[in-house]
T-cell receptor, first 110, second 114 residues
Framework: EDQVTQSPEALRLQEGESSSLNCSYTVSGLRGLFWYRQDPGKGPEFLFTLYSAGEEKEKERLKATLTKKESFLHITAPKPEDSATYLCAVPNQAGTALIFGKGTTLSVSS | DAMVIQNPRYQVTQFGKPVTLSCSQT?????MYWYQQKSSQAPKLLFH???????NEADTPDNFQSRRPNTSFCFLDIRSPGLGDAAMYLC?????????????FGPGTRLTVT
């Protein structure tokens, strides 16, 4: 069964304290891995798509990387406004839908 | 700005009383999705439309139905809401099916069942 597992479930950081979030997946024949940001009470907002092992994408303080079995979302010198739940998702084997992980809830305090 | 709009943002309904949630998009995307998201859970796909073709997930209860009268609009009908149907309902769109392109989400409708 296709699965997406994210860790940790929750992460508390001080402003400026860099860290990484993990997303591991078991779907075979990966056709893309997607990262989304979700603020409380809102819909997910698209961040990145990664397609092949070794690929990296950056946006402001966020950098996403991909290996054959997992992806990392690195947060460098986070600010309080980076506080949100970060979701990763992969297409199912049929390619008809995205399978989401439960997310990592990041809290950054000043 | 092109976007995905959901109405209402908050909906309260009584146990067993039918309710309809609406979604519209100005992106002119081919695919529209309905997800259910419960607290601290991953969004769970209920069904999607590729143009007019309806695709139901195998584990979506019969209590949930959907309509897409045109490219821009899609509706989620819950025929007899139960307490377990209280959740955030997210509408999303994409240009292509599934994982071949990113999905754009609306702000969601928070459904409360009393």
């Amino acid at each position: 069964e296709d699965q997406v597992t994210q860790s940790p479930e929750a992460l508390r950081l001080q402003e400026g304290e860099s860290s990484s979030l993990n997303c591991s997946y078991t779907v075979s024949g990966l056709r893309g891995l997607f990262w989304y940001r979700q603020d409380p009470g809102k819909g997910p907002e698209f961040l990145f798509t990664l397609y092949s092992a070794g690929e990296e994408k950056e946006k402001e303080r966020l950098k996403a990387t991909l290996t054959k079995k997992e992806s990392f979302l690195h947060i460098t010198a986070p600010k309080p406004e980076d506080s949100a739940t970060y979701l990763c998702a992969v297409p199912n084997q049929a390619g008809t839908a995205l399978i989401f992980g439960k997310g990592t809830t990041l809290s950054v305090s000043s | 700005d092109a976007m995905v709009i959901q109405n209402p943002r908050y909906q309260v309904t009584q146990f067993g009383k039918p309710v309809t949630l609406s979604c519209s998009q100005t992106l002119n995307h081919n695919v529209m999705y309905w997800y259910q998201q419960k607290s601290s859970q991953a969004p769970k796909l209920l069904f999607h439309y590729y143009d007019k073709d309806f695709n139901n997930e195998a584990d979506t209860p019969d209590n949930f139905q959907s309509r897409r009268p045109n490219t821009s609009f899609c509706f989620l009908d819950i025929r007899s809401p139960g307490l377990g149907d209280a959740a955030m309902y997210l509408c999303a769109t994409s240009r292509d099916i599934g994982g071949s392109g990113e999905q754009y989400f609306g702000p969601g409708t928070r459904l409360t069942v009393t």
